[in-house]
């Protein structure tokens, strides 16, 4: 036992007991203002443009962005970069397609605006489901960050880090809702930009500001060599590296946490302002975790205190940028990335909980099961019920993907989002001749694709199911999971003669005009 403790850094455990004891602080503030449903899932729409742009880039800046694609640049190099890419460039698509008219018509998630002129129980049905198949996968990335950080923080056995992160994301939604989310994100996005920054800096001051030098010691230093600075270290075939690209591009504009945060402003101004200002946080972001990739790859290849005997990353390659926080500042600097990696985890997996139980007790438990008829009490009662199961499922999930990269994890979630929630979303709002049935057949071909596909590939049919080879070769399934829901939807469609196909191209106009002038018309027949 001495001798664990003598192997704790003091500085992290020290930052990070600070920052649960502030967030937890935040937490009981919001629980205190918490009175509706409205408070709960969207905190009573008073969040500001900026403050939901920085919440809005803490939710994105997850463990999968920090510790994931920095540890893909440190083990691949240039195709690190595909993923930084990819997560930005769904910003403008947000911005241009989908921010304003979501604000517009929905109220406490997209499943509203999915429902909102065609029949409900199907919609929030299968909206419920690819919410909470991307919640699921979302979450096992975080999971297994924060895992692997407290195991190295305090020598703990993964099992047991990964049960107080489930325990420490229950209380913060159960009790604080989005109120207490919010605040904990934009808390934490402020800490992790200075935090990179310090780190992108120190790094790139070794190199006197030359981008170039720290590229030429990098291929000197990598086992790969030259090799890194070019495509095709990390995603081998084309079929592959589109995939992850539509995954990435599209599937942002379906994550459903993400889009929860569009109902926590008070219009659709500054539902536009949020994206604006998320985007260049994020922009910005993504630039730091690149320099910090190549900067792990020079500082860390070949040390002995941070390479074990099997030439591995102590910790595993996640650990990348903690590594190199302590490798060129110290012991503070590893406490203070430590702690603000550890916040960044608990507030995004708070987040993705939040969304999570918003589709069990707003969608399927208030509009299938109740029909719209349970009371605010009953609802707020069920979420929070929702959320501690969620939360063991969290547990359960990142303990059996102990060993995954996390942004190779949260692809997979990026892909079931593009593939089950972004095509619904987008021609509901856009396309007169969708229907009720067009949506439904085509929203469960496109999740259900995705996730059979999931499950046949490398990630779960070799790597945990522990089969010889995968049945399906590539290693993202968005290309053939987003064809499969678009083209459902145009098929069952065109080709439904039904009334209420009738009635939900009849209900188009007035959904139309709500969604881009946010002019309260009454609701189409759906409702």
Same mark, same amino acid.
Not at 87 to 94: K, N, S, Y
Not at 500 to 523: H, L, S
């Given at each position: 036992?001495?001798?664990?403790?003598?192997?704790?850094?003091?500085?992290?455990?020290?930052?990070?007991?600070?920052?649960?004891?502030?967030?937890?602080?935040? !937490?009981?503030?919001?629980?205190?203002?918490?009175?509706?449903?409205?408070?709960?899932?969207?905190?009573?729409?008073?969040?500001?443009?900026?403050?939901?742009?920085?919440?809005?880039?803490?939710?994105?800046?997850?463990?999968?962005?920090?510790?994931?694609?920095?540890?893909?640049?440190?083990?691949?190099?240039?195709?690190?970069?595909?993923?930084?890419?990819g997560?930005?460039?769904?910003?403008?698509?947000?911005?241009?397609?989908?921010?304003?008219?979501?604000?517009?018509?929905?109220?406490?998630?997209?499943?509203?605006?999915?429902?909102?002129?065609?029949?409900?129980?199907?919609?929030?049905?299968?909206?419920?489901?690819?919410?909470? !198949?991307?919640?699921?996968? %979302?979450?096992?990335?975080?999971?297994?960050? *924060?895992?692997?950080?407290?195991?190295?923080?305090?020598?703990? +056995?993964y099992?047991?880090a990964?049960?107080?992160?489930?325990?420490?994301?229950?209380? %913060?939604?159960?009790?604080?809702?989005?109120?207490?989310?919010?605040?904990?994100?934009?808390?934490?996005?402020? #800490?992790?930009?200075?935090?990179?920054?310090?780190?992108?800096?120190?790094?790139?001051?070794? %190199?006197?500001?030359?981008?170039?030098?720290?590229?030429?010691?990098?291929?000197?230093?990598?086992?790969?060599?030259?090799?890194?600075?070019?495509?095709?270290?990390?995603?081998?075939? +084309?079929?592959?590296?589109?995939?992850?690209?539509?995954?990435l591009?599209?599937?942002?504009?379906?994550? +459903?946490?993400?889009?929860?945060?569009?109902? =926590?402003?008070?219009?659709?101004?500054?539902?536009?302002?949020?994206?604006?200002?998320?985007?260049?946080?994020?922009?910005?972001?993504?630039?730091? =975790?690149?320099?910090?990739?190549?900067?792990?790859?020079?500082?860390?290849?070949?040390?002995?205190?941070?390479?074990?005997?099997?030439?591995?990353?102590?910790?595993?390659?996640?650990?990348?940028?903690?590594?190199?926080?302590?490798?060129?500042?110290?012991?503070?600097?590893?406490?203070?990335?430590?702690?603000?990696?550890?916040?960044?985890?608990?507030?995004?997996?708070?987040?993705?909980?939040?969304?999570?139980?918003?589709?069990?007790?707003?969608? #399927?438990?208030?509009?299938?099961?109740?029909?719209?008829?349970?009371?605010?009490?009953?609802?707020?009662?069920?979420?929070?019920?929702?959320?501690?199961?969620?939360?063991?499922? *969290?547990i359960?999930?990142?303990?059996?993907?102990?060993q995954?990269?996390?942004?190779?994890?949260?692809?997979?979630?990026?892909?079931?989002?593009?593939? *089950?929630?972004?095509?619904?979303?987008?021609?509901?709002?856009?396309?007169?001749?969708?229907? =009720?049935?067009?949506?439904?057949?085509?929203?469960?071909?496109?999740?259900? =694709?995705?996730?059979?596909?999931?499950?046949?590939?490398? !990630?779960?049919?070799? !790597?945990?199911?522990?089969?010889?080879?995968?049945?399906?070769?590539y290693?993202? +399934?968005?290309?053939?999971?987003?064809?499969?829901?678009?083209?459902?939807?145009?098929?069952f469609?065109?080709?439904?003669r039904?009334?209420?196909?009738?009635?939900?191209?009849?209900?188009?106009?007035?959904?139309?005009?709500?969604?881009?002038?946010?002019i309260?018309?009454?609701?189409?027949?759906?409702?």
């Amino acid at each position: 036992m001495g001798e664990i403790l003598s192997n704790i850094n003091g500085t992290a455990v020290l930052v990070f007991f600070l920052f649960v004891g502030a967030s937890l602080g935040i !937490t009981f503030w919001a629980s205190r203002r918490i009175h509706s449903r409205a408070d709960f899932y969207s905190a009573g729409g008073q969040i500001t443009g900026l403050q939901n742009g920085l919440a809005i880039s803490g939710d994105y800046m997850s463990a999968a962005s920090f510790l994931g694609i920095s540890a893909l640049v440190y083990t691949s190099g240039f195709d690190g970069l595909l993923y930084s890419i990819g997560f930005l460039v769904g910003w403008p698509i947000i911005l241009l397609l989908i921010a304003e008219p979501l604000r517009n018509l929905g109220k406490y998630n997209f499943s509203d605006v999915a429902s909102y002129r065609f029949q409900q129980t199907p919609i929030r049905i299968l909206a419920a489901l690819g919410s909470l !198949t991307t919640v699921c996968l %979302y979450l096992i990335a975080q999971m297994v960050g *924060a895992g692997k950080l407290i195991e190295v923080m305090f020598h703990l +056995p993964y099992e047991s880090a990964v049960i107080i992160v489930g325990a420490l994301m229950i209380a %913060y939604v159960t009790f604080g809702g989005m109120l207490a989310t919010t605040w904990v994100q934009l808390i934490k996005a402020i #800490l992790l930009l200075g935090g990179a920054s310090v780190v992108a800096f120190l790094v790139l001051m070794h %190199y006197h500001f030359d981008l170039t030098a720290l590229f030429d010691d990098a291929t000197t230093k990598h086992a790969k060599g030259a090799a890194i600075m070019s495509p095709g270290t990390l995603v081998k075939d +084309p079929i592959s590296a589109i995939s992850l690209g539509l995954a990435l591009m599209f599937g942002t504009a379906g994550l +459903p946490h993400i889009l929860m945060r569009f109902f =926590t402003v008070k219009d659709a101004r500054e539902a536009r302002r949020s994206v604006v200002f998320a985007t260049g946080f994020i922009g910005y972001f993504y630039v730091l =975790t690149f320099i910090i990739g190549f900067g792990a790859i020079v500082f860390l290849t070949g040390d002995s205190t941070y390479v074990g005997a099997d030439g591995k990353l102590i910790g595993g390659d996640n650990m990348a940028a903690v590594q190199l926080a302590h490798a060129v500042g110290g012991d503070v600097l590893l406490g203070f990335i430590s702690a603000v990696a550890f916040a960044t985890i608990l507030a995004v997996v708070a987040g993705l909980t939040l969304a999570g139980a918003s589709a069990i007790s707003h969608d #399927l438990y208030a509009r299938v099961f109740k029909k719209g008829k349970a009371d605010e009490k009953q609802e707020l009662r069920v979420s929070k019920i929702a959320s501690v199961m969620l939360g063991a499922v *969290a547990i359960l999930l990142g303990i059996a993907f102990e060993q995954q990269n996390v942004a190779f994890m949260v692809g997979l979630a990026f892909a079931i989002a593009a593939s *089950a929630n972004f095509p619904i979303i987008l021609l509901s709002m856009y396309w007169r001749g969708m229907t =009720t049935r067009g949506a439904v057949v085509g929203g469960s071909m496109g999740l259900g =694709t995705a996730v059979i596909l999931m499950i046949l590939g490398k !990630t779960v049919w070799v !790597t945990v199911l522990g089969f010889a080879q995968p049945v399906f070769p590539y290693e993202y +399934p968005a290309l053939f999971s987003m064809t499969a829901a678009f083209l459902g939807i145009w098929l069952f469609s065109v080709t439904d003669r039904s009334e209420r196909g009738v009635m939900d191209r009849a209900a188009f106009d007035a959904q139309y005009i709500r969604a881009q002038t946010g002019i309260g018309i009454e609701k189409g027949s759906s409702h």
